[in-house]
């Protein structure tokens, strides 16, 4: 019996070994790996952070995938060594036919000159957020993006926006300068320059200031006690309070790896399957987005996993399952009090055909923000038979 082992309990693992179970049923030997015995609903921190959810209402526990036939091994990973198919963890060494790494960013608060400032990046960093913005009333906050790349690319903006909403129901917006300093030039322009457009001009009608840094990392510091941001060009931004996205960074498990870019340490792996230099191991989601050109997101990931699920059942059956590659995605953006859809195809930028994906923005309308709240509970019945309350 083949046995495949899936590093990393988030979206892209959960996606990956529920697919297999389907394709490939008692044929094989799942075992999914999580140093966390909780799967997240990343989107919904900007929930946790505004007050709209609990830290309950958008976790599920990882162990209910065992329900489906999947092994679950709650431990850390240590070290990836594919020459011998052996992953060490925390709760010991695992050998695998097949291996797909999935383990993500990890945030990096701790590189941040200046200190911790909270951002909603992480469950309990979320909550932090949220007693910074209740507790404030007056003045200016900053919502920093310290560098790319970063998870979820439009959540800084999501963050401005709902605290415009927030204010604004205060009925304090007056009182309150909302600025955003970020690595792009221009806001939204990795989606290519008309998106970059309908975003400045968003921003503009709901007064939130822009400071585009045009530089991979836009923070050098920051001074806690004289409340200045110091973004790499030198320009100096105050505050009376930050919000800070920190440095996202590979697993060391990754970057130690021979799978892994060296000047980079994300992983490296080639479309349509992902497959990495070695042929029965797999990269996706987070961890191998910055080498694929991509951003991010579990849309993307849930867009072309399918292709790595192929592969793999190809192999074990010994026949051909394949399609056409294409990258195309759905997601919606809260602008505070409703929802923008928005749909891109990703095929060409993977590819490097393209510069930007090619991209269809709605007007935000109730409709898409009921959609974005209900994929919350969508995602966990989807991947685990879980509806959290």
């Not at 590189?111 to 003045?139: M, N, Q, Y």
Request: charged share 25%; proline share 7%.
């Amino acid at each position: 019996m083949k046995r495949i082992l899936v590093l990393g309990g988030g979206t892209g693992g959960l996606a990956t070994v529920n697919e297999l179970v389907k394709a490939l049923g008692s044929e094989v030997q799942i075992t999914l790996v999580d140093k966390n015995n909780r799967a997240e609903y990343r989107p919904s921190y900007l929930y946790v952070m505004m007050g709209y959810r609990e830290p309950e209402q958008v976790t599920a526990p990882l162990s209910l995938i065992e329900k489906r036939g999947v092994k679950f091994v709650n431990a850390e990973v240590k070290s990836i060594d594919p020459s011998n198919r052996v992953v060490k963890t925390s709760a010991g060494d695992l050998s695998y036919d097949y291996l797909v790494v999935s383990l993500g960013a990890e945030t990096r608060p701790d590189l941040v000159k200046g200190g911790f400032f909270p951002s909603p990046w992480e469950l309990d960093h979320a909550l932090e957020t949220r007693k910074l913005i209740r507790g404030f009333r007056k003045g200016r906050i900053v919502v920093a993006t310290h560098s790319t790349p970063y998870r979820c690319p439009p959540a800084p903006w999501e963050v401005a926006l709902l605290l415009d909403s927030y204010y604004s129901g205060l009925g304090i917006r007056k009182d309150i300068e909302i600025t955003m300093v970020h690595p792009s030039k221009r806001p939204f322009e990795n989606f290519g320059p008309l998106a970059a457009k309908m975003m400045e001009g968003m921003m503009a009608e709901r007064r939130i200031n822009w400071v585009g840094v045009g530089k991979e990392v836009a923070v050098e510091e920051v001074d806690p006690s004289k409340k200045i941001l110091v973004t790499t060009t030198g320009e100096k931004i105050n505050f009376d309070a930050l919000i800070l996205v920190p440095p996202h960074k590979p697993p060391e498990a990754v970057a130690k790896s021979d799978i892994a870019d060296p000047a980079t340490g994300w992983a490296k792996a080639t479309p349509p399957s992902m497959r990495t230099k070695y042929d029965d191991v797999y990269a996706i989601g987070d961890v191998v987005a910055p080498t694929l050109g991509v951003g991010m997101a579990g849309v993307i990931l849930h867009a072309y996993v399918k292709y790595t699920i192929e592969k793999i059942v190809s192999d074990i059956k010994g026949v051909y399952l394949g399609s056409d590659f294409r990258v195309f995605t759905s997601c919606v953006l809260d602008t505070g009090t409703f929802g923008m859809a928005a749909a891109c195809d990703f095929t060409k930028s993977i590819t490097g055909e393209a510069k930007y994906p090619e991209c269809v923005f709605l007007p935000p309308t109730s409709i898409s923000r009921v959609f974005k709240e209900w994929f919350e509970i969508t995602y966990f019945t989807w991947l685990l038979g879980y509806a959290p309350r």
